[in-house]
């Protein structure tokens, strides 16, 4: 077994040492000025991570992704108001679970997990029913790849004048996510995918306006109330209770990194990861589950030749010191895996790589 772990894996990612030496830190509590120039430094990183204008606000949440999806969806629907939800994958699935946890009605327009959802069909669903208040949507559908068409219905959704929830878990650090562009009203997000930050701590970026206050909606939970997380923060720099203070200053470090190297260099590197990746695989033989137009710039989805057992492929690939994780729901029993390039990944290891992914399938 190799003792270095590279993980081509879409989260947990690679950390630099520079974000890493950040959390090996002295002890500091977090009702004190240290920690709020901690957290308003990250806020106003998160505001530029997601192009946001000041109708924004941005506020972390400890916790994994789900738990910003979670503070977003629990606090932002009022009782009257009804959802559309598109689904392509796992992870609008997931999202249906927590929308379906809280009661909502939902209305749900599936599509097959690979392929783009159809914005005219969106369209028509909210012609057809003024209830709908809100649209959620995965920016990038991880479980695929795919990359949703996330400007083509964010522009549906404002002519109808109806609000916009996407879930940019995996998107936020790798894709080029403008909220204020792409008229959307609320966008999670988490610091363990592209942006190369440390587990447990994730965030959400609303915009104010879209966000019903304390009396307009009932108080469904305490630890995740988005209203509450925006009161703390904006009136004290703060958190409504202890957070993690460690991954806070990860996150610091972790976006300070980002911001160094520019958003666009960032996602440009991505980018050649990406095409070294899905070359090689096509090089190898390989197919691919995805066209170079839907797929997003972090995550590919391939399928291993008839034969060759994907559980079998991804032991053998972890004790050379790769780890990639094996398909999800239908894609599993086709022999789909996933190699992901986010996070502290340089391009060399890509070449490694695929060199070892050959030698593992020749075998
Ligand atoms: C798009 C998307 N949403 C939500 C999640 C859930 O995040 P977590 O597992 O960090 O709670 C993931 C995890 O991979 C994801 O990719």
Redesign the pocket.
């Known amino acids: 077994m190799s003792d270095k772990l590279f993980l081509f894996t ?2 947990p990612v690679m950390t630099s040492d520079k974000v890493k030496q950040s959390m090996a830190h002295s002890d500091i509590p977090h009702r004190r000025k240290t920690f709020e120039n901690y957290l308003e430094r990250n806020r106003a990183n998160l505001l530029r991570l997601y192009n946001a204008n000041d109708e924004y606000t941005a506020i972390m949440v400890t ?5 910003s ?1 979670e503070t977003a969806l629990s606090s932002i629907i009022k009782e009257t108001d009804e959802v559309l939800l598109i689904k392509n994958g ?2 609008g699935d ?2 249906d679970d927590i929308l379906s946890c809280y009661n909502y009605t939902i209305h749900r327009l599936e599509f097959t997990w690979g392929e783009a959802p159809d914005v005219d069909a969106i369209d028509k669903a909210l012609a057809e029913n003024e209830n709908i208040q809100w649209v959620c949507m ?6 695929t790849g795919m990359r949703n068409p996330v400007g083509e219905i964010g522009a549906v959704v404002k002519k109808n004048g109806r609000k916009y929830f996407v ?5 936020i650090g790798g894709e080029d996510v403008n909220v204020v562009r792409d008229h959307i009203d609320v966008a ?1 997000g ?1 610091a ?2 592209a942006v190369s930050g440390p ?1 447990g701590i ?1 965030f959400v970026c609303a915009k104010r306006s879209s966000v019903p206050s304390m009396d307009d909606v009932p108080r469904r939970n305490i630890y995740l109330n988005l209203q509450n997380h925006i009161k703390w923060a904006e009136e004290r720099s703060q958190t409504p209770n202890t957070p993690a203070v460690t991954n806070f200053i990860g996150l610091d470090a972790a976006l300070t990194e980002l911001h160094e190297e520019g958003i666009e260099n960032r996602i440009a590197r991505y980018q050649s990861c990406r095409t070294i990746i899905r070359d090689g695989l096509q090089k190898l033989g390989l197919k691919l589950l995805l066209s170079e137009e839907t797929s997003s710039n972090t995550v590919t989805s391939v399928f291993l030749p008839e034969g060759v057992d994907v559980v079998g492929f991804i032991d053998d690939m972890e004790e050379r010191g790769y780890v990639l994780y094996p398909g999800k729901g239908p894609f599993h029993e086709r022999n789909m895996f996933q190699v992901a390039n986010m996070g502290w990944l340089p391009e060399e290891e890509c070449h490694k790589l695929l060199a070892v992914i050959g030698e593992v399938i020749s075998k």
């Not at 916790?63 to 738990?67: C, Q």
Request: hydrophobic share 25%; with cysteine.
């Open positions: 879409p989260g916790g994994s992704g789900t738990a999806n796992v992870f997931r999202l995965v920016y990038q559908e991880t479980s879930d940019c878990v995996s998107a999670s988490s363990n995918k587990t994730s």
